[in-house]
């Protein structure tokens, strides 16, 4: 528990209700959408960028913990307070500031929902394109500090790739604003694509600037039944080398085609073992003839079925079941360890053969999702955190995995981030010179370690 005097002086800063420390609220800020958690000793939601400069003014003197946090939606335990001390939240810290039509540029606070930022971007009739599975619950904030991804990725690039400038705070509670809406900046160290995918462990990201693009036309969408799994990997890398130039490529195994149908009745094959789905985007016919070649790609290379949909109501059908993957998942076993490797889209079919001996060999059910046109896949390690033998071999299965990644050419992540959970493998992926580099710019970002510690980089 903090000293009394510490609490007073955060109450000072912020307002007595929103510095929280009672025990129900220091459970609901103990986990994220990982299967771990560790509660807080406090809570702390600021208002404004002043108030954050305050509180790590405070935190840096008195050498307490800091581990920012927006909605909670992290997959790498990235915003889990293991060691205690204070959770930042910002979600009060929900304002869009400015819609820059002429610069095509949006600058927000850190707590708006992604979302939010671009409907207001989509109502003046532009497009941004970063679309993580949580934009309607996860924050702008959140989104750039793991340099969040989602299914545009593939044909718009991820976050950091809008990201124009940062308002941050140092952990000596020092403000800082880096970047700007000038297109070519390179004035300097890039100090905003360092921050961007920090985790947390650099400074605190209060405002944030991103660019948007025009809307695109109109959208295209079919969809591609496989009987065999490895021929949805080889329609992919056609798909791609084609010139349909997808907007989407997402890829669905067999169990999380049972799991959603089991889920939601909605007539999935259940004798298949993969199903695509893609997009192509432009003006009408760019889109269909997009749509067209990425179809026959996918007969060619051993689709028993490829439908292409005629209307926006078909289209919205089709994707319902690949958004309910995750939440239908909890019908096979009540953990999950949801992961993101990412390997050169050549690739993908090898490793998706890797994924499916990893798990025959411990004997886990591995469902394989995701972003498969840029080689993004999600396989979700399905478990009982309650068998303690069980859980041992879901540690040995996830070894295997990131190795498996590394070997074919991938990483460890593409858009979940390193946190905690990805730690004992960072040295296998980067190597030890990397890792020391990175290390070296933590301490002098953050000398007393207060921000996130533990997280992303081992600790010192």
């Known amino acids: ?107 927000a606070e850190a707590g708006i929902i992604t979302s939010e930022l671009a409907d207001a971007v989509a109502r003046a009739g532009y497009f941004y394109p970063p679309d993580p599975t949580s934009d309607h619950y996860s924050t702008l904030g959140g989104n750039v500090a793991c340099n969040a ?79 065999k799994l490895t021929d949805a990997g080889r329609a992919i890398n056609g798909v791609l080398a084609s010139g349909a130039n997808p907007s989407l490529v997402e890829i669905m195994d067999e169990t999380a085609i049972k799991s959603v149908e089991e889920y939601l009745h909605i007539g999935l094959p259940l004798d298949v073992e993969a199903i695509l789905l893609m997009q192509t985007d432009g003006d009408a016919a760019d889109a269909a003839s997009g749509i067209e070649t990425a179809a026959e790609i996918c007969r060619q290379n051993g689709a028993s079925e490829v439908r292409v949909a005629d209307t926006p109501q078909e289209s919205t059908e089709m994707w319902r079941a690949r958004k309910a993957i995750s939440g239908s998942l909890g019908r096979i076993r009540p953990n999950k360890l949801g992961e993101d490797v990412t390997v050169p889209h050549s690739a993908v079919p090898e490793m998706i053969v890797r994924i499916k001996e990893i798990s025959t060999k411990w004997d886990l059910p591995i469902v394989i999702f995701g972003h498969a046109g840029d080689g993004n896949l999600h396989p979700n390690i399905l478990f009982d955190k309650r068998d303690e033998e069980e859980f041992k071999r879901v540690k040995g299965a996830v070894g295997d995995l990131f190795r498996a990644a590394v070997e074919v050419g991938g990483s460890l992540s593409g858009e979940h981030g390193v946190g905690v959970l990805k730690l004992p493998y960072l040295e296998m992926a980067l190597g030890p010179v990397a890792v020391e580099m990175q290390k070296r710019i933590k301490q002098a970002w953050d000398p007393n370690n207060i921000l996130n510690p533990g997280k992303m980089l081992p600790e010192p």
């Open 1 to 107: 528990m903090f000293d009394p005097k510490i609490i007073d002086e955060l109450k000072s800063i912020v307002g007595e209700r929103h510095v929280l420390t009672s025990p129900e609220d220091l459970v609901a800020y103990s986990y994220d959408a990982t299967f771990t958690s560790a509660r807080p000793n406090l809570v702390v939601l600021p208002a404004n960028t002043a108030e954050v400069s305050e509180i790590l003014k405070m935190a840096n003197r008195e050498v307490i913990p800091v581990v920012t946090r927006g909605m909670g939606t992290g997959l790498s335990a990235g915003s889990i307070p293991f060691g205690g001390g204070m959770v930042l939240s910002l979600t009060r810290m929900d304002r869009l500031l400015d819609l820059d039509l002429d610069n095509m540029m949006a600058t």
């Open 149 to 227: 991804g989602g299914a545009h990725c593939l044909k718009y690039g991820i976050t950091g790739h809008y990201v124009m400038a940062l308002e941050v705070v140092l952990a000596d509670g020092r403000i800082m604003r880096v970047g700007g809406k000038a297109t070519k900046n390179v004035t300097g160290y890039d100090l905003v694509h360092l921050l961007v995918g920090s985790e947390g462990t650099l400074a605190v990201i209060t405002e944030v600037t991103v660019r948007f693009i025009a809307a695109p036309e109109t959208e295209r969408t079919a969809q591609a039944i496989f009987p």
